[in-house]
């Protein structure tokens, strides 16, 4: 029997086989031995051996194939465990059956504390409602379910995890969870940092734009407090401004535990603000804790300790290289400013200085124009009270010199009517002289006064025929007597001009006048008036053979009671030309004049032709 | 003598006044002459108040010669007095100025003057203003009934 035996007789499980079959075997019918013949004998024990050498050839085929099926479980195992994705299979109570690594790792807990626990006890408060209503689902419809859950880990924060349900059934056919778990935190934590990110513009943005659309400082000052506690929540936030010439900060605005206070005018010398050449050259200076510095501490920065503040930053507002103020943050947790808190903070204060910068100027332009403004309408009102002066002098004058001159030149002539027989040769003479002087008064006064009159009535600018007017005061002047001894030749085609009627005769009657009177003995005097066309403008010329005027006195004679000639030689009152050139102007038209001495003058009005 | 009638003078200035005479007397007219100094005056003496209540040696004129510059009550104040009286509505007044103001014009026209003349400053003008006044107003120019009647 020695050699059948197999080689794993004494293993303990070979040996329980052997134990079960002798048992079964004592059960069953035994033939008795001497019915046997040899022949039978020697066949069953024939029968034996192929039976066993059968049942070991099958034996060895289990051992076999149970040795691949145990790599294959290793295998499987291995793949299983080390999974990109954590699985985890859940009975219908929500208790961890089974669980690969990749969980524990994940989680950083060890398998044995998992298996057999709730899930649940893994997940986030904020995630239990979540998951247990996905669960429930799966149950109950069968459908996968996917959720995105924060679970919880040993030692750890919180990990981002999506997880996929689905149903199946353990080896006994219950219903059971298998769950996939992936880590999404890091795309979590991406997509947190992305909507921070959009959330950090869209308050700087809506700082920049209440910043700018702000008008005063202050406005200003409190659109960039506001958004900013929202970014930076803290202790306190302040903004001084500093104005160097008066060597002063002023602060502008501040948040105190989140309480906002806008224009209240403090004041503090310059000299208080602690290495301030420092932040000339827009240097940010950072205590991390307020209690560790080292150096001495100035008034500010000891008020701030007693204030519980620890953490400071300054930040300099600067425009264009040049410094404006500080933007300061001030926290009572040492440290608590992070490099983001004072990348924010930064930004602020580049906005709030170019708007501060703005708002300064635009004062200052709002302060300027409200002056000039101011200058204008004082220089305005002046001017209104000197030519109401002047109008009320030219209305004495009108007055108040006539009626004393009516009495001079009245009483002279009844003298001169009634006694000029009874008076002497001399007397007579006096008398003459006095009446004469007195008439030419009389003139200048009222050249005066026709001089001092234009434009005081409204201009009508309408179109006028030339030549109809310059007839009319060519014979008006024939009347009075000037053009005696003299030819006048008027240009047929005078144009029709745009001008005021009473402008233009004013003009007429001088320039024709003067024309007349300025002439050189012993020569036949001519005076023509004759017109040019250039584009929409007409040049009337005035023109004469008489004395001429020198070219040093050519610019003069429009100037009143400019004369070049005495009274005697050439009669006037000087004012005829300025009335001339002020007409002029007041059409928008021009006056010029081309004189050679001795040869004679020639004036041209440039003036508008009428459009009809 | 009994005069034709008579004119008020309103002038304050005497060189004036007396040009003025000595012009009427150039003429000559038959015309009593009363020169009133001021606004006032001339009220009073239209309307017959103070020592001009006799209307005997007052009275009433036929026509009006007012300047306008005087002191006090002016010539256009004066002017609308007479002419928001209803007896004295008619009467003729001719301002008689040396303004060529055209304010002076406008409210010497809108409150009612008969005419407006320029005070020459030449005597020789003067007169020939003076003679022309005279002429139309006192002769030519029917005048005017001074009651309070109105047309039936």
């Known amino acids: ?612 | 003598m009994i005069k034709k009638g008579s004119i008020l003078l309103v002038e304050d200035n005497p060189m004036d006044i007396e040009l003025t005479l000595n012009a009427f007397e150039e003429i000559p007219l038959d015309y009593e002459i009363y020169v009133l100094k001021s606004g006032e005056e001339a009220l009073d003496y239209l309307f017959g108040r103070k020592e001009f209540s006799d209307r005997q040696k007052y009275p009433l004129p036929d026509v009006v010669l007012l300047d306008i510059k005087l002191p006090g009550i002016s010539g256009i104040d004066a002017l609308k007095t007479i002419k928001t009286t209803p007896i004295f509505k008619r009467l003729p007044v001719i301002i008689f100025t040396s303004s060529q103001e055209k304010k002076d014009l406008i409210m010497g026209y809108d409150f009612g003057a008969n005419s407006y003349l320029d005070k020459p400053v030449s005597f020789e003008n003067f007169l020939t203003s003076i003679r022309t006044f005279a002429e139309y107003w006192l002769t030519q120019n029917i005048k005017p009934p001074l009651d309070t009647n109105k047309l039936e």
């Not at chain 1, 069953?28 to 069953?44: A, G, H, Q, T, Y």
């Not at chain 1, 200085?353 to 009102?381: F, G, P």
Request: some cysteine; overall charge neutral; charged content about 30%.
């Open chain 1, 1 to 612: 029997m020695e050699k059948y035996n197999t080689s794993d007789k004494d293993d303990p499980k070979n040996q329980r086989l052997r134990q079960i079959a002798e048992k079964q075997a004592s059960l069953m019918e035994v033939p008795d031995p001497s019915s046997l013949s040899p022949e039978d004998n020697i066949r069953i024990f024939h029968e034996l051996q192929a039976h066993k050498i059968e049942l070991e050839i099958q034996n060895e085929e289990l051992r076999n194939t149970q040795e691949e099926l145990e790599k294959s479980r290793v295998r499987y195992k291995k793949l299983y465990d080390f999974a990109p994705v954590g699985y985890v299979t859940l009975n219908e109570k929500g208790l961890i059956m089974e669980c690969n690594l990749t969980v524990t790792t994940m989680l950083g807990i060890n398998r044995m504390e998992l298996i057999n626990r709730p899930l649940s006890k893994f997940i986030s408060p904020e995630h239990q409602g979540i998951y247990s209503l996905r669960r429930k689902a799966l149950f109950e419809t069968g459908r996968p379910q996917v959720c995105e859950i924060l679970m919880l880990r040993q030692n750890n924060p919180p990990i981002w995890t999506q997880m996929e349900m689905t149903l199946g059934h353990d080896l006994k056919g219950n219903w059971v969870c298998l769950c996939g778990i992936i880590d999404i935190n890091d795309r979590k934590e991406a997509e947190q940092k992305l909507q921070k990110i959009n959330e950090r513009l869209s308050v700087l943005h809506h700082i920049d734009r209440a910043i700018l659309s702000a008008k005063s400082p202050e406005s200003i000052v409190q659109a960039a407090l506001d958004g900013l506690w929202k970014l930076v929540p803290c202790q306190r936030i302040t903004v001084i401004q500093f104005d160097m010439k008066k060597n002063e900060a002023l602060v502008l605005g501040s948040v105190v535990k989140g309480k906002s206070e806008v224009g209240k005018e403090l004041r503090f010398p310059l000299t208080d603000i602690h290495l301030i050449d420092e932040f000339r050259h827009g240097k940010i200076r950072i205590y991390s804790d307020l209690l560790e510095y080292p150096k001495k501490k100035t008034q500010i920065l000891n008020q701030l300790i007693a204030e519980g503040i620890r953490n400071v930053v300054n930040i300099p507002l600067m425009f264009k290289k040049e410094i404006i103020g500080t933007l300061n943050l001030g926290a009572s947790v040492p440290g608590w400013f992070t490099d983001e808190h004072v990348a924010i903070a930064k930004e602020v204060a580049m906005q709030l200085a170019i708007a501060l910068r703005q708002a300064c100027l635009y004062d200052q332009l709002k302060q300027y124009s409200k002056e000039l403004e101011y200058r204008v309408a004082q220089r305005t009102r002046q001017l209104e009270w000197a030519n109401k002066m002047l109008e009320e002098f030219a209305y004495s004058v009108s007055h108040d010199l006539k009626t004393p001159l009516r009495a001079i030149l009245g009483f002279t002539q009844i003298i001169a009517r009634r006694y000029a027989k009874s008076l002497e040769k001399e007397a007579r003479h006096y008398f003459e002289n006095i009446l004469e002087a007195a008439t030419h008064m009389e003139e200048l006064i009222n050249d005066l006064l026709k001089y001092s009159k234009l434009g005081k009535n409204a201009i009508s600018l309408i179109p006028v025929e030339l030549s109809k007017l310059i007839e009319d005061v060519v014979s008006e002047l024939a009347n009075s007597g000037v053009t005696q001894g003299a030819e006048i030749i008027i240009d047929p085609d005078l144009p029709v001009v745009e001008g005021d009627v009473t402008l233009l005769r004013q003009i007429f009657i001088n320039l024709i006048d003067n024309a007349l009177k300025y002439r050189k003995k012993d020569t036949s005097h001519r005076v023509e008036i004759r017109a040019k066309r250039e584009n929409k403008s007409a040049l009337i010329e005035v023109r004469d053979n008489g004395i001429g005027i020198e070219p040093k006195y050519q610019e003069k004679i429009f100037n009143i009671f400019q004369r070049l000639h005495s009274q005697s030689a050439y009669p006037g009152t000087g004012i005829g030309l300025a009335i001339v050139k002020r007409a002029v102007h007041l059409m928008n038209g021009k006056v010029e004049i081309e004189s050679t001495p001795g040869e004679g003058s020639i004036f041209r009005v440039k003036l508008k032709i009428a459009r009809i």
